[in-house]
């Protein structure tokens, strides 16, 4: 991952320029915007049953509500990040955010599942336009490492309290109001921080003569499109069916002609020297595995909260909110130690302490008491996962020159993004064959199901031990770097 920082940053370079007056007021501006990708991350997802039921839409069409934006944001995030590069960073910025704005009106419009879909799906490819600047603005605007650190943590505080609140707000809005004020609540939010963004954001530039490799899109974006919907068609089609296989030997092979592809042009989507450098690959690749861990257990407590306890939507989401709050304390956590103590130190007990909070809730049956087993679980599994992805995104962002500051963002970005997608598949394959042995072998569908989802869960905790020993492995390489302490 990065390297060891031996002491807290030092004072301002020489010559370096003045701190942004307005950089806080910024930060809260970046912080809304993110928190209004968030919240419908999560907010959807308990609206979907009544919007279902409202459309008309079949269950072999619902989960195309979430998968067509994931497919979107997965697919053109690297786009968006280099379009971050070429436009600016404020511009790409504000026309996300209004673009945003825009589809979730429409979405909350919409008398027809296509128009749903449709939404949907914009609001995934404008959310790989926001997300990749929100990040690049963050980098840009706080240039001296201790403040980064903690605009990061704030950030990531936000990120929490968004996801935890998407759940709760979901419950709230489609039982007191009606769905499609799930969708309508991101409007107000979004031209809140477009009209707050005009006034306080900079733009740094020095972006340089940045241009846009088409024929590298269209492979990167078709290679990546293609792949997370092999992975969404794997949970109902099966892994050895024909259209998934076909989309991943797809997916596989533009991937590599755009890999080709990069190594050959002038102006790179993804600039070769981002992914050579080992600290940043590290991070990459452990944000990525670590969101398997955090997919995995969002996935278990869904249905462990709804199904087998019973749980309404609202109270399964204030159930859920210990995991939001240990990965906010992780966040916080990361933040104050990225100046002063060396990656590797934060990212590996990180993974051990995930890997416990999560093997602790692969302890739990349909008789498992909450606040002994469960709550302590989830405490400890997100103050785990929130110092590791604090962590990875710090060294992920640094040492970029400003040129490359977009992609960079969406690299990180995407690294989650694909990560979550995997994760999600193959648990949910997992869980779903583990507790379809167990209902054959007698047991009830709450006993079967929860011994499904225990099972991923104990294979979630095997890969995490992995990653922290593999992290901790590479020491004597890109972890003794000072990539954490040093900008662009």
Known sequence: MSAPVTAPPGPVRPGAPAPDPLRWWALAVIAAAQLTVLLDGTIVNIALPSAQRDLGLG????????TAYTLALGGLLLLGGRVVDVVGRKRAFVTGLIGFAAASALGGAATVPAALLAARAAQGAFA????PSAIS???ATFTEPGERGRAFGVLGA??????AGGLIAGGLLTEYLDWRWCMYVNVPIALAAVAAGLRVLRDPGGRGPVRLDVPGALLGCGGLTVLVLGFARAEGSGWTSPPVGAAFAAGAVLLALFALRQTRTAHPLVPPRLVRDRARAGALAVAALGMVGVFGLLLFLTYYLQVVRGDSAVAAGVSI?????GMTAGVTLGARLAGRLAPCRT?????LAAAAGVALLALVDTGSSYPAQVLPALLLAGLGMGSTSMTCMVVATAMVAPADSGAASALYTTAQQIGGSVGTAVLNTVAAEAAARHLAAGADRAQSTVYGFTTALWGVAVLLVLTALGTGLLVGGPLRRTAAARTP
Request: hydrophobic share 55%.
């Open 59 to 66: 269950d072999g069409s619902r989960q195309w509500v979430v």
């Open 128 to 131: 790989a336009l926001l997300t």
């Open 137 to 139: 603005l963050v980098v």
């Open 158 to 163: 936000i990120s929490g309290a968004g996801s």
């Open 321 to 325: 909110l210990p995991l939001t709050v």
């Open 347 to 351: 990212v590996v007990p990180g993974l």
